[in-house]
Nanobody, 120 residues
Framework: QVQLVESGGGLVQPGGSLRLSCAAF????????MGWYRQAPGKQRELVAA???????SYADSVKGRFTISRDNAKNTVYLQMNSLKVEDTAVYYC??????????????WGQGTQVTVSS
């Protein structure tokens, strides 16, 4: 019913920047909440940054001041601008959304993940 399509991962040197994008497609009435999680090898998946429908944002303490989440409501898309990247930011980044479906009901969806590697 709904697909989350991510793009923008890759390899970058420490101190560099990357921008991730996630677009939601399908039978969407509205996006309730949308954001990014990440999972590093051997670690649990953790919240990086997220938007709620009323515009409230939340960030992991480890990325505050370096990462910025933004959105384009008309395109059902969120972006994650990542600056001053560190080796410890290396992970698979997943888009996640709570979607109010056109047919009714709220469901949670995950993207396929995009690899971000920070290495010299």
């Amino acid at each position: 019913q709904v697909q989350l399509v991510e793009s923008g991962g890759g390899l970058v040197q420490p101190g560099g920047s990357l921008r991730l994008s996630c677009a939601a497609f399908g039978s969407i009435f509205s996006i309730v909440r949308m954001g990014w999680y990440r999972q590093a090898p051997g670690k649990q998946r953790e919240l990086v940054a997220a938007f709620t429908s009323d515009g409230v944002t939340s960030y992991a303490d480890s990325v505050k001041g370096r990462f910025t989440i933004s959105r384009d409501n008309a395109k059902n898309t969120v972006y994650l601008q990542m600056n001053s990247l560190k080796v410890e930011d290396t992970a698979v980044y997943y888009c996640n959304a709570d979607v109010l479906l056109s047919a009714g009901g709220i469901r949670n969806y995950w993207g396929q993940g995009t690899q971000v590697t920070v290495s010299s």
